[in-house]
């Protein structure tokens, strides 16, 4: 093998290296630090969905909001200005489920405020969607409805109305279309309430690239909530008494 055959075989398997470092990179999950950012940096708004950038943090400020993000926020900033914004009844759910990360504690409170304010622009018109998902994506859930006294209907709405893609795009983010093991037992019920937007995007994401419902909240819920310490079983319904 001559010199020049050498360097020519080196460059190809460099570049071949870097592009797959960069496919690993695009669906890695964010850091609590960097979804912490991405949360925090854009206060929720009806069009709240369309402004988080992919797959780069943190998120653009909302126009309609007159705020500029001129630099990283503070976490302790972030995770004071989150925490004072909840109610009494949350706050005293933080006490009681405290864990000993203030990265993962600050998540919470950002994502516990960002819940309260889609709570204003709910509307009772949305229909109720049930999806099927496995124990994992079900604990997730769970686990920050327990932490911060929420609807885990309301949890999962706030997850699909931010960080669901665009309808129209033509490429769908990579963390999105990862396959999912075969052997997963989806037995778990989740619910959300669905409103046109988020109708016409899960419209287009089963419609142009042949995506589950059940596969699309599962991404969307694994990038975006933190894993739950310890599998959350659901609710036994009580027997019904007969006299």
Known sequence: MTKEEKERKEAVAKAEFDRRMQQLRSTMPPSESQLLKSVAAVPLSPTGASE????????IPSQSSGMEVTGEPKEEVLQQQSSEALS???????????????KLEALLDTIAHQVKAQRRQHSGLNRRVLV????????????????????KIEVLTYLLSRYLPEAGREEPPAWLVQER?????????????????????????????G????????????????????????KRRPRRKRF
Do not use: C
């Open 132 to 151: 099927k998902v496995d124990s994992d994506i079900f604990s997730r859930v769970s686990n920050v409805s327990y932490a911060r006294r929420l609807d």
């Open 88 to 102: 009494s009844s949350q706050r005293a759910a933080a006490r009681v489920n405290a864990s000993n990360d203030p």
């Open 52 to 59: 988080v950038k992919e797959p780069g943090f943190p998120a």
């Open 211 to 234: 995506l589950l419902k059940v596969d699309i909240v599962a991404a969307i819920v694994t990038r975006y909530l933190p894993a739950s310490p310890f599998v959350v079983p659901p």
């Open 181 to 209: 093991p075969d052997d997963i037992l989806n037995s778990f019920h989740l619910v959300y309430h669905e409103d046109s937007e988020i109708a016409r995007r899960v419209t287009w994401l089963e419609q142009r690239f």
